[in-house]
């Protein structure tokens, strides 16, 4: 007798949900979707035979900084020598920790920032990055 | 017409449930059923507690020449080392940690133009090519940890500011290149010269003679690691990642990595202490038994520092990360390394009650005074529950590892007893 197509499939899913019950009396399992990571492969370089050793640009991943007054500057002055995820990256900061940051920056490292602008990324860092004013994310 | 049976239809009936997760997964497609177990991200940053993570918490990125790293910082470039990669004496180049200090490092390196250039207080000065690095000099080479000065400085209590590196800003790999002193007796120091100072590619945006400017390290002629320094074209056998300083970068055997300049083209002899900001104000610690001190006592501004020159002796459990349950009375390995500026590391000592009762591990390959060593103990976890696993080093010198934690403002030289929770469950 010929069995139909039709017949064929119903079987063979009825027996992997047979399979997926015989396992469920000792294990569960399941998937869950997250978000997938941002890393891609990356194509081999090309590379030349020449005395030029070239690697490409070295990516930039913006970080994410909380509107208020003084983020321009912070966004502007910070910029210069590193990008401002050195303040993302830290841990919370008592205020006067950031003032010192900020002067050190100045007086250490010769950051031109004017002075009513200095006074705006502290109060901003002292805003959003300290023990009491920082938000997890 | 009955081709299943009845048994094979009451199964399938009995499938329902698990068949009816997988309908419901196949719906929801974006929207997890519950909260995963695994999987989940880390949080952004940590404190103001101490980093309770074995790495930083940076997302994973890809940059030229390396394998995915921890990113802390994009510009200038700072990347740490996943913990598994430590479960071997050499760290791969291509994961190598990162660090620089100004943002202007170099993406291309032109063989033809790039000399090395040895200059200052000497009776001839060079300018050495590639070629010549490797035909006119004898090569040797070293095996040797590269470690940052703030390795661990997420662990501080209170968190300092700076670079916020779990335990990955470190690596041991084969140096091969020229010695230091052969270049110097090449070029021929000039009495009165008191110091060497070095100088790499890297070029920062702040005005000139200010740290921002340039980045430059020096080390006194008289002390005894310079007869010990290389000068490295090859890095584990390979030409050096870009991002870890090609063409040639300067190997400090034993001293933290601030001293390794990276890109190194300018060596040159000092009639008088370097007082540059990366030797006068940076990069100094503490003149106290392992560089600690208080808040309080910094504040006073009477806190004498010193440059920070030698690494103490440090160790790790590798694996088990803690990630994976383990069956009560499994037996397992507990692997991992263990490392001194000092000298050879000697022993290394395991605890599985969180540093009360120790047992003697058993060493790895010698690879030499200043390369990883690796470790390795049987352990049978007797019973269900908790264990604080405890690593603890001594090096050949005697110098072992404390379990109080170290504190100084810049947030270097951590070296306390590490430790890792492992969960050990019922096996019946």
Same mark, same amino acid.
């Given at each position: 007798m010929r069995i139909p197509t039709i017949f064929v499939l119903i079987l063979l899913v009825l027996s992997m949900l047979a399979t997926v019950a015989l396992y469920a009396d000792f294990q569960s399992g399941y998937y869950a979707p997250v978000g997938a990571s941002s890393l891609a492969q990356q194509t081999p370089p090309k590379l030349s035979l020449d005395a030029d050793y070239e690697v490409g640009m070295y990516p930039i991943y913006p970080a994410l $900084?909380?509107?208020?007054?003084?983020?321009? !500057?912070?966004?502007?002055?910070?910029?210069?020598?590193?990008?401002?995820?050195?303040?993302?990256?830290?841990?919370?900061?008592?205020?006067?920790?950031?003032?010192?940051?900020?002067?050190?920056?100045?007086?250490?490292?010769?950051? #031109? @920032?004017?002075? *009513?602008?200095?006074?705006? /990324?502290?109060?901003?860092?002292?805003?959003?990055?300290?023990h009491e004013t920082r938000k997890r994310s | 017409?009955?081709?299943?049976?009845?048994?094979?239809?009451?199964?399938? /009936?009995?499938?329902?449930?698990?068949?009816?997760? +997988? #309908?419901? $997964?196949?719906e929801s497609v974006g929207e997890p059923l519950q909260e995963p177990t695994v999987g989940r991200n880390l949080p952004s940053f940590t404190g103001p507690g101490t980093n309770p993570f074995w790495n930083s918490v940076g997302p994973m990125v890809s940059e030229p020449q390396k394998a995915p790293l921890i990113l802390l910082m994009d510009r200038p470039v700072q990347l740490e080392t996943?913990?598994?990669y430590f479960s071997s004496a050499f760290t791969p180049n291509e994961a190598f940690y990162v660090r620089w200090h100004l943002d202007g490092i170099p993406n291309t390196v032109d063989l033809k133009e790039w000399r090395l250039?040895? !200059?200052?207080?000497?009776?001839?000065?060079?300018?050495?090519?590639?070629?010549?690095?490797?035909?006119?000099?004898?090569?040797?080479? =070293? #095996?040797?940890?590269?470690?940052c000065s703030g390795n661990s400085r997420s662990r501080l209590q209170p968190r300092v500011a700076g670079g916020q590196w779990g335990n990955g800003a470190m690596g041991n790999a084969l140096w091969t290149g020229v010695k230091l002193r052969d270049i110097l007796d090449a070029t021929g120091l000039k009495s009165g010269s008191v110091e060497v100072q070095f100088q790499g590619l890297d070029t920062g945006k702040g005005p000139e003679?200010?740290?921002?400017?340039?980045?430059?390290?020096?080390?006194?002629?008289d002390n005894p690691v310079v007869d010990e320094c290389i000068v490295a074209y090859s890095m584990n056998s390979q030409p050096l990642p870009m991002l870890n300083g090609f063409p040639v970068r300067l190997v400090v055997p034993g001293f933290f990595a601030t001293y390794w300049i990276k890109s190194l083209t300018w060596i040159r002899a000092l009639d008088k202490p370097d007082d540059n900001f990366w030797m006068?104000?940076?990069?100094?610690?503490?003149?106290?038994?392992?560089? %600690?001190?208080?808040?309080?006592?910094?504040?006073?501004?009477?806190?004498?520092?010193?440059? @920070?020159?030698?690494?103490?002796?440090?160790? $790790? +459990? @590798?694996?088990?990360?803690?990630?994976?349950?383990?069956?009560?009375?499994?037996?397992?390995?507990?692997?991992? @390394?263990? $490392?001194?500026?000092?000298?050879?590391?000697?022993?290394?000592?395991?605890?599985?009650?969180? #540093?009360?009762?120790?047992?003697?591990?058993? =060493?790895?390959? *010698?690879?030499?005074?200043?390369?990883?060593? %690796? &470790?390795?103990?049987?352990?049978?976890?007797?019973?269900?529950?908790?264990?604080?696993?405890?690593?603890?080093?001594? *090096?050949?010198?005697?110098?072992?590892?404390?379990?109080?934690?170290? &504190?100084?403002?810049?947030?270097? +030289? &951590?070296?306390?007893? !590490?430790?890792?929770?492992?969960?050990?469950?019922?096996?019946?």
């Amino acid at each position: 007798m010929r069995i139909p197509t039709i017949f064929v499939l119903i079987l063979l899913v009825l027996s992997m949900l047979a399979t997926v019950a015989l396992y469920a009396d000792f294990q569960s399992g399941y998937y869950a979707p997250v978000g997938a990571s941002s890393l891609a492969q990356q194509t081999p370089p090309k590379l030349s035979l020449d005395a030029d050793y070239e690697v490409g640009m070295y990516p930039i991943y913006p970080a994410l $900084f909380p509107s208020g007054d003084g983020v321009t !500057e912070v966004k502007a002055y910070c910029n210069t020598c590193h990008s401002p995820r050195y303040i993302t990256m830290q841990p919370p900061l008592p205020a006067a920790v950031w003032t010192a940051e900020v002067n050190k920056m100045v007086n250490s490292y010769g950051a #031109a @920032i004017p002075d *009513d602008a200095k006074q705006k /990324i502290i109060e901003y860092l002292q805003t959003h990055f300290t023990h009491e004013t920082r938000k997890r994310s | 017409m009955t081709i299943f049976s009845r048994r094979v239809l009451l199964r399938s /009936i009995g499938a329902g449930g698990a068949g009816l997760v +997988l #309908a419901k $997964f196949l719906e929801s497609v974006g929207e997890p059923l519950q909260e995963p177990t695994v999987g989940r991200n880390l949080p952004s940053f940590t404190g103001p507690g101490t980093n309770p993570f074995w790495n930083s918490v940076g997302p994973m990125v890809s940059e030229p020449q390396k394998a995915p790293l921890i990113l802390l910082m994009d510009r200038p470039v700072q990347l740490e080392t996943p913990r598994h990669y430590f479960s071997s004496a050499f760290t791969p180049n291509e994961a190598f940690y990162v660090r620089w200090h100004l943002d202007g490092i170099p993406n291309t390196v032109d063989l033809k133009e790039w000399r090395l250039r040895v !200059e200052g207080n000497v009776e001839k000065p060079l300018t050495l090519s590639l070629p010549d690095l490797l035909t006119k000099f004898r090569s040797v080479s =070293l #095996a040797a940890v590269n470690q940052c000065s703030g390795n661990s400085r997420s662990r501080l209590q209170p968190r300092v500011a700076g670079g916020q590196w779990g335990n990955g800003a470190m690596g041991n790999a084969l140096w091969t290149g020229v010695k230091l002193r052969d270049i110097l007796d090449a070029t021929g120091l000039k009495s009165g010269s008191v110091e060497v100072q070095f100088q790499g590619l890297d070029t920062g945006k702040g005005p000139e003679g200010f740290g921002s400017n340039k980045f430059m390290k020096s080390l006194r002629l008289d002390n005894p690691v310079v007869d010990e320094c290389i000068v490295a074209y090859s890095m584990n056998s390979q030409p050096l990642p870009m991002l870890n300083g090609f063409p040639v970068r300067l190997v400090v055997p034993g001293f933290f990595a601030t001293y390794w300049i990276k890109s190194l083209t300018w060596i040159r002899a000092l009639d008088k202490p370097d007082d540059n900001f990366w030797m006068k104000t940076a990069y100094r610690v503490p003149d106290t038994p392992r560089g %600690t001190t208080t808040p309080e006592e910094v504040q006073t501004g009477k806190v004498k520092t010193v440059p @920070i020159n030698r690494m103490p002796v440090r160790s $790790f +459990l @590798i694996s088990p990360d803690g990630s994976t349950k383990i069956p009560a009375g499994l037996p397992l390995m507990l692997r991992g @390394i263990a $490392f001194s500026g000092a000298g050879r590391v000697s022993k290394v000592q395991i605890s599985e009650d969180g #540093a009360r009762s120790w047992r003697v591990a058993t =060493l790895g390959k *010698d690879y030499g005074a200043y390369s990883f060593r %690796t &470790w390795e103990m049987a352990w049978t976890p007797s019973h269900r529950g908790t264990y604080q696993i405890a690593v603890r080093a001594t *090096d050949e010198k005697g110098n072992t590892q404390a379990d109080d934690p170290v &504190w100084n403002p810049g947030g270097y +030289l &951590w070296n306390r007893i !590490e430790r890792q929770e492992l969960a050990v469950g019922s096996a019946a």
